[in-house]
């Protein structure tokens, strides 16, 4: 079964930071890629599907890409409203689904 | 505005099997434009995806749980159900119901999550 490791776990960046968060397949997965945000107490949000077909009414400064094993996710310029936990998720047309352990991301 | 929304009991003893329903409004759960799916989320840690569901009836599950794992969708009702059986301490979570759209096959409309707590 194909194994997603997002890096890092946690971190911690100051309002108005270019952050990036990798998610890195066990084999190749073509674009099969989507990331999600989940505030504390809150619901998952999808941000990217497809590693980086931005979900309408998700704001630009979020973006994806990557292909193949590698994926990125970059919040261009942080906000204090981006304090979440981010999961990466693959699938095929098998519809075999897996998430990252997410990335937890914290305002310094 | 398509809603989902998750109900059943929170609370199950262990052995015993865990039974949820998502009930589907604002839209038909027989689309041919989606799969609809569960994932659960026990405290304090990352997701973890259940199964799948087309409104056929085609069923798609994580291999870690197939063997205690039963999908069905009721079309009449607007409702897909999850059956989770031998319940234990570690299937404690919140469990959300979501829909998949194909092509894309990422959930972008979830339920609100229940909790589910596994204890005699």
């Known amino acids: 079964d194909i194994q997603m490791t997002q890096s890092p776990s946690s971190l911690s960046a100051s309002v108005g930071d270019r952050v990036t968060i990798t998610c890195r397949a066990s084999q190749g997965i073509s674009n099969y890629l989507a990331w999600y945000q989940q505030k504390p107490g809150k619901v998952p949000k999808l941000l990217i599907y497809a590693a980086s077909t931005l979900q309408s009414g998700v704001p630009s400064r979020f973006s994806g890409s990557g292909s193949g094993t590698d994926f990125t996710l970059t919040i261009s310029s942080l906000q204090p409203e981006d304090v979440a936990t981010y999961y990466c998720q693959k699938y095929n047309s098998a519809l075999s689904i897996t998430f990252g352990q997410g990335t937890r991301l914290e305002i310094k | 505005q398509l809603q989902l929304q998750e109900s059943g009991p929170g609370l199950v003893k262990p052995s015993e099997t865990l039974s949820l329903t998502c009930t589907v409004s604002g839209g038909s759960i027989s689309s041919s434009s989606y799969y609809w799916g569960w994932i659960r989320q026990p405290p304090g840690k990352g997701l973890e995806w259940i199964g799948s569901?087309?409104?056929?009836?085609?069923?798609y599950y994580n291999p870690s749980l197939k063997s205690r794992v039963t999908i069905s969708v009721d079309t009449s009702k607007n409702q897909f159900s999850l059956k989770l059986s031998s319940v234990t301490a570690a299937d404690t979570a919140v469990y959300y119901c979501a829909r998949l759209p194909i092509p894309s096959l990422a959930f972008d409309i979830w339920g609100q999550g229940t909790m589910v707590t596994v204890s005699s």
């Open positions: 569901i087309y409104y056929s009836g085609s069923t």
